[in-house]
């Protein structure tokens, strides 16, 4: 069983004064997450991760499609005690104490009155903030709040946690904590679903990434694929043009200043390149493997459809 | 009733005791105490008339500005602070949210109604020196503030649940003041012909009537309240707040919460 399974999802927003104009913010978006991934969920701003967060949540309602979550459908209520969701930039009521909002919350989470106090307590150690006691959350800075916001996301011990650009506004050290709370949510086996736009935390702790843009999914890649070692493809500098010829099928995009060339070679095809220029006597000037980062891979999904350059 | 429905109810009523609304009571009493000096200049007869109107007039108007001032602020606070969010992400019902908010501002509009309908007794003992048998008789105009109370909370709550604070501030306020008059619209029904007539009757039917609910100057006079409105107000308030609540509920259901 998938942990969530979107199928289809859009939603268009009305948009001017008469609200009679539709503009699209998520195109029938497919994606499915498994059970225990930790999944990000990558995008610019505007990308429509907010939008899709809040569909999933049912706080908002899709114009068509659905989506299941641990096999139920996404709007049954039960479900909702399976997952926990932090908002994006989350306020809370500021007139009550980190308990007493995680107590309301446990409450509205179905969490029995027995084990409330206890979990409580367990939690605010966990997220480091055993000793705020019972001062108001008017009182909390922004990564308190923050880490309040985790709390309450998970005090109900749920399966699937939704987290909002958990790292936004964050100083250095809060990001560092942060990240460090999801990485043992991870240990612990949840399923993490986290949209972002920082990619050096996307890169650090996620399975997966999902790239959109415009409302439209661009790409989904495994981060491991991104940081393993072995890279797919390779740069070949050589003098020698006249080697060219031979290996001209495996070579992309060739480049010739005046005898020296340099392409890119499929790393599967290196050593039948090589062996091939040896052989011609060509002169061998470097060989380095191209790594993609997320980051290009990020880039080379944002980028506008219109600029991106023809393929022939 | 459940947990989570409870909870908000709780929840709303502890807002409310935290934005400090009850110190209005500080208020009231105050404003009793200030008159007080009046009401010795009248003779000893109307001194305890003028008590009563002022008192229970009171009740009925703090109550029903804290209903506005509160009830406006009640759902669509926590959709512009996305509050909303956290509570809509658990298993929490639509409807729960909002008949828990409508809940928990009645409860604190009674709570409120308790502690100044308590404060004007203390009143009446000092300065009228005594408490007749039949000042019982006041606790039926208590009793029938609540009732408009829950018609208010009701009311705005509806609003709140599909606009901004300004519009349902204005338009609670503007039902309050026809609804108070709310006789007079029937009466016009009554003498009116064709279209017109039918027009009015309707409106005087979906609008809300609070003039029956105010027995003020009766029980300020000494006189009976019959068992018969006070089973009729009941039924009217209970279907009017219950009809408007629903509506409140069936809107917010398909809305989109941005
Ligand atoms: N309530 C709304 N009404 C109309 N348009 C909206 C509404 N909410 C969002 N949008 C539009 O939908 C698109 C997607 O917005 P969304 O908030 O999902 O983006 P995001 O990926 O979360 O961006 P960010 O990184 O800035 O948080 C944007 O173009 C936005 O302007
Ligand atoms: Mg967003």
């Not at chain 1, 610019?44 to 096999?71: E, Q, R, V």
């Not at chain 1, 989470?109 to 027995?114: C, E, K």
């Not at chain 1, 942060?178 to 972002?196: A, H, W, Y």
């Not at chain 2, 609304?21 to 109307?46: C, D, E, K, R, T």
């Amino acid at each position: 069983m998938h942990a969530i399974e979107i199928r289809a999802l859009s939603k268009d927003y009305p948009v001017g004064f008469w609200k009679r104009t539709l503009r699209p913010a998520l195109k029938s978006l497919d994606l499915t997450i498994e059970a225990g991934e930790t999944f990000g969920f990558l995008g610019p701003n505007g990308a429509g991760k907010t939008t899709t967060l809040k569909l999933l949540m049912g706080i908002i309602f899709p114009s068509s499609g659905s989506a299941t979550i641990l096999g139920k459908d996404f709007l049954d209520p039960e479900i909702k005690r399976k997952i926990g969701f932090l908002p994006e930039q989350p306020y809370f009521y500021d007139y009550l104490s980190a308990p007493e909002l995680l107590d309301y919350y446990a409450q509205l989470s179905g969490v029995p009155a027995g084990v409330r106090k206890q979990r409580i307590g367990e939690l605010l150690s966990r997220v480091g903030l055993s000793d705020v006691g019972n001062k108001q959350l008017r009182k909390f800075s922004k990564g308190m709040l923050q880490r309040v916001g985790i709390a309450q996301a998970i005090v109900h011990n749920p399966d699937v946690i939704f987290l909002d650009e958990p790292m936004s506004g964050l100083d250095p050290v809060g990001r560092h904590e942060v990240r460090e709370l999801i990485q043992s949510l991870k240990d612990d086996g949840k399923t993490i679903f986290f949209s972002t736009h920082i990619l050096s935390d996307a890169e650090a702790l996620c399975d997966r990434v999902a790239v959109i843009h415009k409302g439209e999914l661009r790409g989904v890649g495994v981060v491991n694929d991104f940081r393993s070692s072995v890279a797919d493809k390779t740069e070949v500098i050589w003098l020698g043009a006249g080697a060219l010829r031979a290996v001209e099928e495996s070579v992309v995009e060739p480049h010739i200043t005046g005898d020296t060339v340099r392409g890119t070679v499929q790393s599967a095809d290196l050593d039948r390149v090589l062996d091939i220029l040896r052989q011609r006597h060509a002169r061998l000037i470097s060989v380095t493997p191209i790594h993609r980062t997320l980051e290009e891979y990020f880039l080379s999904k944002t980028r506008e459809r219109e600029k991106e350059p023809v393929q022939l | 009733m459940n947990s989570r429905l409870s909870a908000i109810t709780l929840n709303t009523f502890r807002e409310a005791v935290r934005d400090r609304v009850l110190y209005n009571l500080i208020l009231f009493v105050l404003l009793l105490v200030a008159s007080a000096p009046l009401f010795s200049q009248i003779s000893i007869g109307l001194e305890k008339l003028m008590l009563v109107n002022v008192g229970l007039s009171s009740i009925s108007l703090f109550g029903v500005i804290i209903a506005i001032f509160i009830g406006i602020g009640l759902v669509s606070k926590e959709i512009e602070k996305k509050t909303l969010y956290t509570i809509l992400s658990r298993p929490v019902r639509r409807w729960e949210f909002i008949a828990g908010k409508y809940l928990g501002l009645l409860l604190t509009l009674v709570v409120n109604a308790v502690l100044m309908t308590a404060g004007f007794y203390a009143a009446l003992l000092i300065f009228i020196h005594s408490l007749a048998g039949t000042d019982a008789r006041m606790l039926i105009a208590v009793y029938f503030i609540v009732l408009q109370f829950m018609m208010m909370v009701a009311i705005t709550l509806l609003f709140s649940a599909f606009s901004s604070p300004i519009f349902s501030a204005t338009f609670a306020f503007a039902l309050f003041v026809i609804g108070t008059f709310g006789e007079d619209l029937k009466n016009f029904a009554a003498m009116s012909h064709g279209a017109t007539k039918y027009l009015v009757t309707g409106a005087a039917y979906i609008l809300p009537n609070f003039a029956s609910l105010n027995v003020i100057s009766q029980v300020a006079h000494e006189q009976n309240v019959s068992g018969q409105l006070v089973l009729f107000n009941t039924i009217y308030a209970l279907l009017y707040s219950v009809a408007v609540t629903v509506g409140a509920i069936l809107i917010f259901e398909r809305r989109d919460l941005k």
